[in-house]
């Protein structure tokens, strides 16, 4: 989780892992993530994780965040961890963005629940971009691609009809 004050990354091991100049800390048993499912057509399914048990420092950490959960990205790895304990890769197997945050306290055990969207989410989203002379210069300065497009608009083609070819030569 790429929060504003730092990253928070864990891994459901029992140690620390290092991988891409992140170290992974170890939260074996104290949380978990709902099952990821395959999208389908135009569902495309969330994602659920808790945490309980927490040290004061996560606590804390859960707190002062709170307000700016909204928006920060979170990505999911699959470890492939070699013999030697080290990781070999970690693709991404889920990516997108945090939503909503609830923490609640029962006695002594405190858990912390985040639900996220994934990013394929932005791919039902309309694009405000349109094919006018604006938008192009808004991209592109200075390119004249859609210069005309307005004033072409609702015009009708016509084509040479056959016997033109014919009277011309086929030039």
């Given at each position: 989780?790429?929060?504003?004050?730092?990253?928070?990354?864990?891994?459901?091991?029992?140690?620390?892992?290092?991988?891409?100049?992140?170290?992974?800390?170890?939260?074996?048993g104290l949380g978990q993530?709902?099952?990821?499912?395959?999208?389908?057509?135009?569902?495309?399914?969330?994602?659920?994780?808790?945490?309980?048990?927490?040290?004061?420092?996560?606590?804390?950490l859960a707190l002062a965040?709170?307000?700016?959960?909204?928006?920060?990205?979170?990505?999911?790895?699959?470890?492939?961890?070699?013999?030697?304990?080290?990781?070999?890769?970690?693709?991404?197997?889920?990516?997108?963005?945090?939503?909503?945050?609830?923490?609640?306290?029962?006695?002594?055990?405190?858990?912390?629940?985040?639900?996220?969207?994934?990013?394929?989410?932005?791919?039902?989203?309309?694009?405000?971009?349109?094919?006018?002379?604006?938008?192009?210069?808004?991209?592109?300065?200075?390119?004249?691609?859609?210069?005309?497009?307005?004033?072409?608009?609702?015009?009708?083609?016509v084509w040479p009809t056959?016997?033109?070819?014919?009277?011309?030569?086929?030039?």
């Amino acid at each position: 989780m790429y929060f504003a004050s730092g990253t928070v990354a864990l891994n459901s091991m029992n140690r620390p892992l290092d991988f891409g100049g992140i170290t992974y800390r170890g939260a074996a048993g104290l949380g978990q993530i709902a099952p990821i499912e395959n999208s389908t057509g135009t569902e495309i399914k969330g994602l659920q994780l808790n945490m309980s048990g927490l040290a004061s420092e996560i606590l804390a950490l859960a707190l002062a965040d709170s307000t700016v959960v909204q928006g920060v990205r979170l990505v999911i790895r699959l470890a492939l961890i070699g013999s030697d304990g080290f990781v070999i890769d970690a693709p991404v197997d889920w990516d997108g963005y945090l939503d909503t945050m609830s923490i609640s306290a029962d006695g002594d055990i405190c858990t912390v629940s985040v639900t996220a969207e994934s990013s394929a989410v932005d791919l039902l989203r309309g694009n405000s971009m349109t094919t006018s002379n604006a938008d192009q210069q808004a991209l592109y300065p200075g390119d004249r691609a859609f210069e005309y497009i307005v004033s072409q608009s609702g015009v009708p083609v016509v084509w040479p009809t056959k016997q033109y070819y014919m009277a011309t030569g086929g030039r």
